[in-house]
């Protein structure tokens, strides 16, 4: 059974899933032109739970850490603009 990546560092402050770390149970690496975090939202709230957050799924085929759709990295940082900075093209 595959292990989901631990997300080790979120600097993306205005989102409501960062609170001292990534709160979201997973996220989605996803965007267009940019391997950017789907889960990535701007509420009036910050979710309590641990920050102990996860990648759930990776869109990005390209990337060489993509297999089955999921992140093979053991652990990806994610960018203050919301970016995988651990995303590399195969």
């Known amino acids: ?3 989901a990546t631990k997300i ?3 600097s993306t402050t205005a989102c409501a899933f960062n609170d001292g770390g990534c ?3 997973a996220i989605t690496v996803a965007g267009t032109d940019t391997a950017a975090c789907g ?3 701007t509420l009036d709230a910050r979710s309590s739970r641990p920050a102990e957050g996860q990648v759930g799924a990776c869109h990005r085929l390209e990337c060489a ?3 089955d759709l999921m992140c ?3 652990a990806i940082e994610v960018t ?3 970016n995988c900075a651990n995303y590399e093209v195969a």
């Open 23 to 25: 709160t979201a149970l």
């Open 39 to 41: 889960t990535f939202t």
């Open 8 to 10: 080790a560092s979120c």
């Open 72 to 74: 093979t990295n053991e």
């Open 80 to 82: 203050g603009d919301a």
């Open 65 to 67: 850490h993509n297999t």
């Open 1 to 3: 059974m595959a292990t």
